[in-house]
């Protein structure tokens, strides 16, 4: 039997295009690993954190899950050592430039993960029936 939980798409607000692959929202929280080079969440799964902290109400995606993303522009926020910090504020675009997520996969920011911003997307919930070419027709 297939997962029943809906598929759905985040979309950049200021443009409408997809940022990620379709996921499924995790309803309860999963068990948060710990450690370097370890995602937080598994493909195909977002969740929205409920735990308390700076990421509280926000949903956390995997980093293979975005789509049509880039690096910020502003150097100043693309920091870290072998992958990005998170800690300087904003650092990733969608593909047309608008400020979108906050990466966190260096090597002492603990499990990778991407965070979404409040009011930088849109949720789309998903055809069942569609979701198959959406998986095979490129987006850009």
Known sequence: MGDKRPLILFKCAGCWLPVTRPVRLLDEV??????????????????????????????LLNLRDMVNTRYHDDGRLVSGCCGLSGIDG??????NGHEVA??????????YHVELEPYTY????LDQELVPALNTTPLL
């Open 122 to 125: 849109i949720i789309t919930e």
């Open 102 to 111: 906050t990466e966190s996969s260096d090597c002492w920011t603990g499990p």
């Open 90 to 95: 904003v650092n990733t675009l969608c593909a």
């Open 30 to 59: 999963p068990d948060l690993p710990s450690g370097d080079g370890v995602d937080l969440l598994p493909e195909g799964y977002c969740w929205r954190n409920d735990l308390t902290g700076k990421s509280c109400g926000r949903f």
